[in-house]
């Protein structure tokens, strides 16, 4: 699991019960800035990173600027952050959204090129390479702007955009795939619309919906203070991995 507390990382590791803090990338990181961790892992090279990306709008340039370091974590050795520079033609600042996932030891995270342009940003863990592939608009021309409606899955393999804008209302939950991450860039759509008798699970409540079956669960976490939960802070986000990856022990 990795989350981040007065602006550092953190990762714990729930079989072992290890919990690990890591250094700021930058000493004047403060929690208004616009920044985003991303954890992931390559089962090739058996090799976990923390991405590190940042962006902010410069007014007086009217240009976005962005930064990006990688944290290695190895066995029993304490790492430092790395600069990472993106060497892509078509890449772009952006300002990160705080979503991410890994898939097959590429990172993936959604970022804003542009006040109306967004896209999902890959990163792959052993080549060290940055790729961006444009976000589709729903209905054909409207951006996925409300970002708390929206987030990143793994579904069928694939990565997913998961938009639950009409969730609650119309009870209608829109799946966004990426048919191949690597060349065409191409995305499929799938609406997924729930039963009547299955409205009143969406309504203030966490829930895991199977896909297959186009049936929903409601879940319940217990234990999270409530002061994280106030008017301006009313999400905790945590990047969550495979149980089947690797065991690794870390310095503190």
Known sequence: ???????????????????????????????EDAYGYYFGYDPVIDQYNVLWSTGVYVKHLGEIRSEHRVFVLKAGREGSWKKASPTAPDFLPHIPAKRGMCIDGVIYYMGWTGRYNLVLVSFQIRSRDFKMIQVPRRDGDEVLLRMKNVSLIEYGGKVTIIDQTNLREKGMLDLWAVEDAGNKNSWSRKTMVLQSSQLHLVINNINYIQHESNDMTKIEIKGIPDHW????????????????????????
């Open 1 to 31: 699991m990795c989350y981040s507390f007065i602006s550092k990382p953190r990762i714990y590791n729930p079989a072992t019960r290890q919990l690990v803090t890591l250094s700021a990338p930058i000493k004047s990181q403060t929690e």
């Open 229 to 252: 939960f106030s008017i301006d802070k009313s999400t905790v986000n945590v990047m969550l991995m495979d149980q089947s990856e690797s065991l690794v022990y870390l310095e503190t």
